[in-house]
């Protein structure tokens, strides 16, 4: 079992910025993707960025050269700074951990950036 714990959300000027944090714990060891998605309402759920166990990241093309996802196998902890956002990127963003056997989902954090 893996537990994920989001915080680091909150209200943002149009422009500003924030940085989302993923708290993970227990069987970590069966993880090979760690990833940031994001649900605005009234629409589907969205991958926006991805970092695999060999380091290896991507971004939907909406994000690219604005946000970084990164990770410190250390603290267990998967990092998403975000930068120039904007109202678009309103969404609750939720952390999601992929293993062989399961999938694995925090409870989400809202994200709101005003105009």
């Known amino acids: 079992q893996v537990q994920l714990v989001e915080s680091g959300g909150g209200l943002v000027q149009a422009g500003g910025s924030l940085r989302l944090s993923c708290a993970a714990s227990g069987s970590m060891f069966s993880i090979d993707a760690m990833a940031w998605y994001r649900q605005a309402p009234g629409k589907q759920r969205e991958l926006v960025a991805a970092i695999l166990s060999g380091g290896g990241t991507n971004y939907r093309d909406s994000v690219k050269g604005r946000f970084t996802i990164s990770r410190d196998n250390a603290k267990n902890t998967v990092y998403l700074q975000m930068n120039t956002l904007k109202p678009e990127d309103t969404a609750v963003y939720y952390c999601?951990?992929?293993?062989?056997?399961?999938?694995?989902w925090g409870q989400g954090t809202q994200v709101t950036v005003s105009s």
């Open positions: 999601y951990a992929h293993s062989s056997l399961r999938e694995y």
